[in-house]
């Protein structure tokens, strides 16, 4: 069973949830889904994924990040000046509310001690990163990850800095999307700290599994290699899957599962299910 929810942050931050399986949360193992750059929890394979891994026995939080740019309606982008001002540190923060939230019996009372997180693209980032601070993270997956934040030419953040905004294109909807100055300056201050990949890697001691498709054109799958290159080894699993991309042959809206993403489930099951406590 299902069920929406609202939360509101610390800082007044409205963010919509979804629960799957709300009948294995006392006793189940949760996962936390984390949706990457111009994604949103209801984007694609992800209600596909939180169908499954409830009725694998799992109790599954999907959320949209505040300032991801989708409003109440769910499915399209009508909130592009939040997504402008968004940060990766603002991501950070919410989603370790969530996972407090979470502990604390925002969605109801559990005894479980084992929690999740499966990130895609940007949200694998914000995955691995959030492991720094928070010692109740169990294992982390990493979908199609990057492994640097810092993706901008000197050229493009000094134009950034001139005009106070960066314009992308959503192939998908077509739209200019717009990123204030913020989110760079963000990555300035931030990037050797609390926004360092390459250290977050490195001393996450528990389960990890990376997951990427060999063409990727998004995100190359030579950032799945660095990441694995800096992983503690014995704790790490890392599989390419040949013939896809980033989105493992899913799309929006969704049409069905196909055989690449099925092999990152039944990757992604295999993993969990062995390291549950």
Known sequence: MNNDFVYFSSKNQKINITAFGIENLEKKPCIVFVHGFKGFKDWGFWPFLGNYFAEKGFFVISFNFSHNGVGDN???FTQLDKFAMNTFSLELEELSEIINAYFNGFFG???????????????????????????????????????????YSERQKEEWRKKGVFQTINTRTKQVMSLNVTLLEDIEKNGNSSLNIETAIKSFKKPLLIIH?????????????????????????????????????????????????????????????????
Do not use: M, W
């Open 74 to 76: 769910l499915t399209e």
């Open 109 to 151: 009372r559990t005894e479980n001690k084992n929690l999740f997180l499966i990130g895609h693209s940007r949200g694998g980032a914000i995955s691995i990163l959030s492991t720094r601070n928070c010692e109740r993270i169990s294992g982390c997956v990493l979908l199609a990850s990057v492994a640097k934040l810092d993706r």
């Open 213 to 277: 498709g060999k063409e990727d054109l998004a995100v190359p799958v030579s950032e799945a290699e660095l990441l694995y290159s800096r992983a503690n080894k014995p704790n790490c699993e890392f599989h390419i899957i040949e013939a896809t991309g980033h989105t493992f042959n899913a799309s929006h809206p969704f049409s069905g599962t196909n055989d690449k993403l099925n092999k990152v489930i039944l990757l992604t099951e295999s993993f969990l299910t062995k390291h549950i406590n």
